[in-house]
């Protein structure tokens, strides 16, 4: 409870009408910026093993967005010296095709991979290369190569481009001048294409490495270990492990076992300013109780259960009544 003094301080000083009503907008903050817990677990699994457990036990495995994080996530580790997953997977699986943004599925969609393609070797081949005898293959998308283009209008019409350009530039180059880079969803497309290519040329597709957290919120920080991510393992799926010791990430085939980090998600403390607007009199003991007891009811109904709830003035000085911790 709120010591008398600031009590007093709260009711001479609300003679004031705020009271808007509680439209609670603020809250959409909680489920945004939600404070990491991390747990370390002590059993190695695999990857997928790992992210299960996590998320049956926990939230989910760990995301870590900043340097920060990072090392509060190292600090909670007693066990050092070992390497531990966290969230970060590449999935090879995901790849599109710029033109509308298509979404491909490896095992559904219509692909021509040579054998054995892709195979992300050295771990920065997300762009793909039509072959002169038509076959497809993954390449780093920095490499200088030709292109094909393409056009939409009526039956598809491909544009052979002789300029040497790394992927992205091929990319502009098409949008700006035609549609897109090439699309091809049909082997007939394939043969109209390719025999006059005679060299490897960019089409559209293309994968993002290393893109997802397991809890699908953005990658935007990495701490990778110098040289990595390598594809060491030489493997299509490659998960993120973090070296206990140095905090360094490492990437790692997905089956291999390894101990691994779990994280639960807080909301802040505190976060949230209301401001209430109202005819009625905010000193009365009544008012005050009805608003606390709409906010309960609605920080309940978002499932927040252990909270507190003070009053702060407008030049930033803080007078509160204190509603202590219930259980929901
Ligand atoms: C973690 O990093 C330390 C320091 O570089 C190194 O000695 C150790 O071998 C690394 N551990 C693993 C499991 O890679
Ligand atoms: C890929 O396959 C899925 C499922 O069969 C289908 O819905 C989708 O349209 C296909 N995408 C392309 C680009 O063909
Ligand atoms: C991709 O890997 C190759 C081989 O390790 C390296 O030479 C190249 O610089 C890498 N490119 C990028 C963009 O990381
Ligand atoms: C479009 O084509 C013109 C003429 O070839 C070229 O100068 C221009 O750079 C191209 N646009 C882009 C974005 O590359
Ligand atoms: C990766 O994230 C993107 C965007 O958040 C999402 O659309 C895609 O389905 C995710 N891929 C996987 C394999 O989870
Ligand atoms: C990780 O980076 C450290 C220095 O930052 C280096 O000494 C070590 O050899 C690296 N480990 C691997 C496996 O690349």
Redesign the pocket.
Known sequence: MATNNSWNLFQSRMKILLLFILTFSGLSVLSTNFFRKYHYVNIPKTWAEAQAYCRDVYADLATIDSQAGNNRLLGGIQDP???AWIGLFDDAVWWKWTLGDVYFNINENFSNWKPGEPNNEDSNQSCVVMQFDGLWRDENCDTDRPSVCFNEQGPPKYYLMKTFMTWGNSLDYCRSNYTDLARVLTMSEVNEIYPPLGRNHWIGLHRNLWSNWSDQSPVTFTNWNNSKPDNQDKTMTSCAAL?T??G?W?DHDCDKKHEFICQTLIPPRSRIKMKFQSEADLSDPDIQQQILEQLHAKLKTNGITDFTLRWIDADGQTFRKEQSKKKG
Do not use: I, P
């Open positions: 010296g070992k390497q070296n010791t140095t360094t490492y």
